[in-house]
């Protein structure tokens, strides 16, 4: 007998509410973003480096270059190289540049799809590991402190159910179904695994998998709670996210949070379809073959989230802590047989064994990768894990720990730029945010003793914190400085996946709070509503570079770096007066800044102070060589600036020549050239003086 046609409609319904979800998350996630003015919004930031002047997207560079070099086209072994190696995000840039070239909106629209099915995929992981109703949780724990009595005799009539049902499926059909309610001792089990079903029974055993079937996805479907729908539209509405999306080269973080979110859930349905097998890893069945095999395409998600960007390494680590926690949460709220328990750790120590040696092997062989030099970062982009005091090295990095979360917590502020001195360092114990530092640190270790000491009781809410914590601490370990030092001090885009774990966190309690108080869910709707209203506000940022420039600077006005870049915008646009205030200002703190004099001598030649600047590029060539291959485009740029500055024919045309020599890749001085010696051709006088060196 088949399930009947009004089960089949209820199916249909809690389909229907589930694909309207899906679909809502995407389109709430994707809206802020497809604006006209953002989907052709010109490259900015570090788009010129990954898509403009990156070689290995043209079509004419062989693929073994894209797969042998790294982000920014340097060559991965190179000393030069930053090592970070996305090969399969660099290949997403060439696809684009083959169908569009520059064009800005195919790598916009790509951006913001990826973005959109990520939010859809945070829902689902959502969805899949909340266990169960935190609302009728509680209202179950009320219940039972207001009434001992009600308690008991709940108990008194499960139990007697449980017999009920024992005793009918022993007498009737041994099917998987009876095994699962079959936990009293391990010679019953052995003794279910042993018999055989009766033919006579087939009619009997087909309804009662069917009805199994239709009640499963019932449960299923009802999984799909308040908290991870609101979790994941907060994650897509979040104003930290418009960095990772709007700019360009921030693909690479949606990118492998996509396989990151992909290998997580194949995971968790090959634990989950375990607890259905008969007898785990004792007898090799489909249902067994499987699982192993959802398994190995987790692994597979590692390594091309890993070949995405260098942080998806830590998804088995991810797997791990979920795997346990669960664990730990099923065995204290539901199985009772211990044979059954010591099957399912059984199941979890094997998985650890093998998805820590693939992950220790996988590591090895990425750094096998990176050739014999490590990466080299200057001081002004990462003050904080790059001081040579050890104090303050201990106090700075835990302190932009802290104005992460702080971030996460409240975008305000938002900068696309947080090098040199844009975060001030805690260089001493007397330093009142050392306070604000401890008091944190205190709070984090007595949570985690804390929940270390619940772990063999843990609960519903606990569960979800761990996880929701490794969440959001697994991605970040990298980008956190502890491992090793990067080239970043602080950036929103670095935090893009771990912002999943705090929204987790964040609804969770607020949900409770909303319950505990008798708040309706327009408290929560107002609340995302001032999150997209601030994503719109950022993504306008991102519309035009001087906009994104000038907002940096009004939110960060003391980085060097942001007033080079917004005083490099300004030149873009004729603004000569404004961007010469603030060279001269970067120039006073930092004197032999190469690249900003370049910019002021730019400035003085495009406002007719040629002397000037001819005498600022004489005294930089005079008191640093520039010899390096990674300085030979700034002697380049400034062998152009003096030529430009030159009367003399000859020794202009000389300067031009050198600095093309210098740096045969320097699309500027190149052009310089060659309008110059079209200008020698047109005036006559280019084969009298120089034939062929030009």
């Not at 004729?574 to 930092?590: G, P, Q, S, T, Y």
Request: hydrophobic share 45%; with cysteine.
């Amino acid at each position: 007998m088949c399930v009947s046609a009004e089960k089949r409609w209820q199916l249909f319904r809690t389909y229907s509410q589930v694909v309207t979800k899906y679909l809502a998350v995407f389109l709430i996630s994707v809206a802020a973003y497809c604006g006209k003015d953002s989907l052709n919004a010109p490259f900015a930031y570090d788009d010129e480096g990954t898509i403009v002047q990156n070689r290995t997207i043209r079509p004419e560079t062989p693929m073994k270059v894209l797969w042998e070099s790294d982000y920014w086209s340097q060559n991965l072994t190179s000393s030069d190289s930053h090592k970070s190696y996305r090969p399969l995000t660099t290949l997403t840039f060439r696809w684009n540049y083959s169908r569009s070239q520059l064009e800005t909106y195919e790598y916009h629209i790509v951006n913001v799809l990826i973005h959109g099915v990520v939010t859809c995929l945070a829902f689902w992981v959502l969805s899949i590991t909340f266990l169960s109703n935190p609302k009728k949780e509680m209202q179950l724990e009320d219940e039972e402190e207001n009434s001992t009595v009600a308690k008991l005799l709940m108990m008194e009539e499960e139990e007697k159910e449980e017999e009920e049902e024992h005793k009918t499926n022993l007498t009737t059909s041994p099917t998987i179904s009876a095994f699962k309610e079959e936990r009293n001792t391990k010679e019953a089990l052995k003794k279910l695994w042993l018999s055989d079903t009766s033919t006579n029974k087939n009619d009997q055993i087909m309804e009662q998998n069917s009805m199994n079937q239709y009640a499963a996805t019932i449960e299923f479907v009802e999984n799909f709670d308040s908290i991870p729908f609101w979790a994941s539209i907060m994650f897509g509405v979040h104003a930290i996210h418009a960095e990772a999306v709007c700019n360009t080269t921030g693909r690479a973080e949606t990118l492998y949070s996509f396989f990151y979110l992909l290998g997580l859930i194949f995971y968790v349905y090959s634990v989950k379809n375990s607890f259905k097998c008969t007898i785990p890893y004792l007898k090799l069945d489909l249902m067994l073959i499987f699982n192993w095999f959802l398994a190995a395409l987790m692994c597979v998600c590692t390594i091309l989230s890993m070949l995405c960007k260098e942080t998806g390494i830590f998804l088995p680590p991810m797997c791990v802590l979920w795997h346990f926690c669960y664990l730990l949460y099923v065995q204290n709220n539901s199985t009772r047989d211990v044979y059954r328990i010591q099957v399912n750790w059984l199941s979890f120590f094997i998985r650890f064994v093998l998805l820590a040696l693939f992950t220790v092997v996988l590591g090895l062989i990425r750094l096998s990768w990176n050739g014999e030099s490590p990466p080299e970062f200057t001081y002004k982009q990462n003050p904080a894990a790059l001081n040579e005091d050890n104090l303050t090295r201990w106090l700075s990095i835990p302190w932009v720990w802290c104005l992460y979360l702080w971030t996460l917590a409240y975008p305000a502020v938002l900068c696309c730029d947080w090098s040199g001195n844009s975060i001030s360092l805690l260089t001493s114990l007397s330093d009142r945010r050392t306070y604000l530092l401890f008091t944190f640190f205190a709070c984090f270790i007595f949570l985690f003793f804390y929940f270390i000491y619940r772990l063999p009781r843990l609960s519903h809410s606990q569960y979800f914190l761990i996880c929701s914590f490794g969440l959001l601490f697994l991605p970040f370990l990298l980008a956190s400085n502890i491992i090793r030092p990067i080239g970043a001090m602080k950036a929103e885009r670095l935090i893009y996946l771990p912002c999943l774990g705090f929204c987790m966190m964040f609804v969770y309690f607020l949900w409770i709070i909303l319950y505990k108080l008798k708040f309706s869910k327009a408290f929560m709707i107002a609340i995302l509503a001032a999150h997209y209203y601030r994503l719109q506000d950022r993504v306008r940022d991102w519309d035009d570079s001087l906009y994104l420039w000038e907002r940096a600077y009004e939110n960060n006005p003391v980085s060097l770096h942001t007033k080079y870049n917004y005083s490099l915008n300004l030149t873009k646009h004729n603004r000569f007066k404004e961007a010469e205030v603030h060279l001269k200002a970067i120039l006073k703190e930092d004197r032999d800044d190469p690249a900003s004099a370049f910019l002021l001598c730019l400035v003085y030649v495009n406002t007719n102070r040629a002397p000037k600047a001819n005498k600022l590029a004489k005294r930089l060539l005079r008191i640093k060589k520039y010899n390096r291959p990674a300085e030979a485009r700034m002697r380049s740029n400034l062998m152009t600036i003096r030529a430009l500055c030159e009367d003399n024919i000859i020794k202009r045309a000389k300067l031009h020549t050198q600095s093309v020599e210098s740096d045969p890749s320097n699309s500027y001085a190149i052009e310089r050239a060659q309008a110059y010696q079209n200008f020698l051709i047109e005036m006559g006088v280019l084969p009298k003086i120089m034939p062929g060196q030009i």
